[in-house]
Nanobody
Framework: QVQLVESGGGLVQAGGSLRLSCVVSGRFFSLFAMAWHRQAPGQQRELVAHITTSGDTNYADSVKGRFTISRDNAKNTVYLQMNSLKPEDTAVYYC??????????????WGQGTQVTVSS
């Protein structure tokens, strides 16, 4: 059973930074493409950042230049470094794991989410 556990969310002022972490159980982490998604109240879930098994990354236009996704296969962990945060970044952030390498809104496994709140 694959489980994903996010951490690192919290309350931060606009312009601040947070780093989210997602630990994946099991021995298949290096085979997964990983992604971070977010969902704000009343809005659809949005794919924020994606990283393949080879380390190729892609980002939503809304976070390019501010967010960085990375992975540490030795620690079964994917990170999302978020800088220059804006109030519109407020959302529940979810990590996901996928066998397919193609970036998209679907995934095989999901975490429970971590709240990020950015105050103005």
């Amino acid at each position: 059973q694959v489980q994903l556990v996010e951490s690192g969310g919290g309350l931060v002022q606009a312009g601040g930074s947070l780093r989210l972490s997602c630990v994946v159980s099991g021995r298949f982490f290096s085979l997964f493409a990983m992604a971070w998604h977010r969902q704000a109240p009343g809005q659809q879930r949005e794919l924020v950042a994606h990283i393949t098994t080879s380390g190729d990354t892609n980002y939503a236009d809304s976070v390019k230049g501010r967010f960085t996704i990375s992975r540490d296969n030795a620690k079964n962990t994917v990170y999302l470094q978020m800088n220059s945060l804006k109030p519109e970044d407020t959302a529940v952030y979810y990590c996901s794991a996928s066998w397919a390498q193609v970036m998209g809104p679907l995934a095989n496994y999901w975490g429970q989410g971590t709240q990020v709140t950015v105050s103005s």
